[in-house]
């Protein structure tokens, strides 16, 4: 400003900026004239150079002063955190919309609670903080939240240095009552404000961590107290955990386009239509079928050959004890440590789809009992299905998680990945993949809790989180991977069966590795 220099200049332009910024719908010259009691010649300069800056923007229908993108832009810069709001806006419109009530998301800096974003209530009488207002720690809910959730060694050198300033009559001002407050915020999960910072304002929060279990902030409910009763407040304070634990799922996701797996052919000879790939630990190697050739095949010390020709298309494959059973069109085998073949074992289950061994000798299995029906159980003592689940589409593959003690299962027709647990007849969907990502073609489990999926027509695998998140996709040079296994000397390399027979020839010529059996190094 060559006219306006100096603090006094500097200190008129932030007026201007507070003036404008309190007033959504704008102010006209005349109006910042009057309400600042500047000279319209001196405005005119100011109103100019911030225009200039993209600091204020001129609404030529209406002939008002707004604020210009360029705050919004710096705002953003004020926080390394713009990725906290983008990932909580949505989840934050959703629990107002349960809830009515005001929902702010909130960081730390410097030893107070710093409030990020905003979502009002739907009440006419509802709680409303200021952005960028700060809080003390100690009688905030997100505050509270986020000391909950710090190793005690950050948290005890956080406690030690604050103020415990009284604010209402319900604050806490004694150290030793605020950490058992936060001890008993960590066993639970959430925090409380009951009317600590405001009186007749109650506040439930929850801490926010990202992937790497690093804490980003907190997000918290607020409304009048007779509202926000303490009975709600302890039944919202489980909903405000899963809405941060979804938020913290969004930050700091490893990237899902992973190009540094190598996905390396097994030699042998390609299948028509490989799958129901499974790992023998104590023979160290992997079996698995060509379903439309009907045979069954053996990979070891990274060779791959045929084992045994069937009759009739392979259906499952499935580890039995120290034994691998087939399951084929008209009938069951069983192969031995030995790889001696064997049918005399008791087993009258027919039609199945999909089987895996649950625990030790105990057998489970997906089979169609309809035209739309298909049921998933156990096979019993004496070889008889016990049914647990029914469906009304394909159940095509089941796999069982030791860590979790429940089963998955896939649903290719609505891309539906199931969660059964023994015990309860509740059906959960874990994740539905969009058709236009591929079809859900097989399923494996990783020594650490985490899905794989196949999608075939979709060239990939795809790594899902216990959550439902996809945080890793592998690009294959096929289009149709059918199946998956986690084996080799420590578990971490993943086998995935490819189709051959529905590749249309001219993509088979660019994906000649079609039908293979090939090896990624997940690690």
Known sequence: MKSAEGTGALEKAMDVLDAIGSTPAGLSQSELSARLDVPRATLYRLLSTLMARGMVRRDPLRRVYCLGLR???MARQTYAMPDLVAAALSEMRLLRDLTGETVYLATMEGGEAVLL????????????????????????????????????????????????????PFTITDRRRLNAEIRLTAARGYAIDDEEIVPGVRCVGASIRDVQGEVKGAISLAGPAYRLTRERLDLLGPELIQ????????????????????????????????????WSESRQCLYWADTLAASVRVMKNGRDSQLLKLDSPVTSMALSGCNILVTHQTGQLMISPTGKVSTNFPFFVKDIVASCEAEETEMWVAIRVAESEWQVGCVGEYGYFQRSWSFKEPIACLRWNRQQACFYATAPESGSVYILSPGSPVVRRLISVPSGSGSLSGLAIEQSGDIWLALKDGWSVVRISADGTIDKVVGLSVPCPTDLAFGGADGKTLFVTTSRQWVPMDIVLSAPLSGKLLSINTH
Not at 269 to 275: D, E, L, Q
């Open 71 to 73: 705050c919004f832009e």
């Open 117 to 168: 974003e905003r979502v009002e209530g739907v009440h006419a009488r509802r709680s409303s903080t200021a952005l960028g207002e700060r809080k003390p720690l100690h009688c905030t809910s997100q505050g509270k939240a986020i000391l909950s959730a710090l190793d005690e060694g950050t948290r005890e050198s956080i406690v030690k240095d604050l103020y415990l300033k009284s604010i209402t």
């Open 243 to 278: 809405t941060a634990h979804r938020i913290g799922m969004q930050l700091g996701v490893r990237s899902t386009v992973d190009r540094n797996h190598d996905v390396v052919p097994v030699e042998g000879s390609w299948a028509f239509h490989g799958a129901h790939p499974v």
